[in-house]
Structure formats: C-alpha cells, structure tokens
C-alpha cells in the first residue's frame, strides 16, 4: 500500500472552527497534503487537483452536501467521500452511502476520534482494492 500520509485530503465545511479541528487533528495524525475549503463552490473549483478523499459537511449554506458528493462521483468515482454532517436524518445518510460516499458521521463529541477510525477503515478497503487490481481480478458481484 503506498503511504496513506500521501493522501490528498481536502475538508469542506462552512463551520471555521471545524475545519480548524479536523486539519489539526489530520495533521497530528501524520496527514500532510490537507486543503480546507468553507464553501462548496470554492472546493468545486478545486476538484480537477485530484484529491484521493473528500471531508464532507451536508449543509454547507452554499450547497448541498449530496449535491456535492454527486458532482465529485461524476468526475471521478475513486474519489473517497467520508460525510462529518450535524445532520441526523437517516434519509441524509441512507442517501447519501447510496450515492456513493464512503461513510457518514454525525458531528458529536467523538467526531475526531470517528474519522480516525473511518480514515483506517478506508486505507484497508482501498489497498484490497489494488491488491485486486493488480492480481487482474476486477469486482465480482
């Protein structure tokens, strides 16, 4: 598996002090190419630089999180989108895994502790994933 301290990560929340804490605490965790964005239009822009997981907020004032995370699959499937939302309506979330996000979190007091969790879950999937890949085998379903 190559270094997952590589990964492009890229946070997008409208709440500054949350993308404050999950830089920090991504950065403490080893994480060094991390860009952080307040809006959804502003991230958009961004997306051609090609980051490997997205940090996710639903409600983003701007934009809609699913919105977002349909226009990221549309460009590019193997993007990682990881939902951090406030937003405890399981139609939100059932959506939104349907729509291709990696997982979703509720923003509570173990947020942090949820995203170092999901982030490790993430790299085991994705290195079966080449590993399958590589062995020329693709998805079987």
Do not use: W
Request: net charge negative; charged share 25%.
């Amino acid at each position: 598996m190559a270094n997952k301290y590589d990964s492009r990560i890229y946070i997008v929340d409208d709440d500054p002090f949350c993308l404050a804490s999950y830089e920090k605490h991504l950065r403490g965790q080893g994480y060094e190419h991390i860009s952080s964005f307040q809006n959804g239009g502003d991230f958009l822009v961004q997306l051609t630089d090609k980051p490997d997981i997205v940090l996710l907020d639903y409600d983003l004032g701007d934009m809609n999180g699913l919105d977002i995370l349909k226009q990221i699959k549309r460009f590019n499937t193997n993007i990682f989108v990881i939902f951090a939302s406030a937003s405890q309506e399981p139609e939100v979330a059932a959506e939104s895994l349907k729509n291709g996000a990696f997982d979703y979190i509720i923003k509570d007091e173990h947020v942090l502790e949820h995203i170092t969790t999901t982030l490790n879950k993430l790299y085991v999937v994705k290195d079966y994933l080449q590993k399958r890949r590589r062995n020329g085998r693709g998805f079987i379903f």
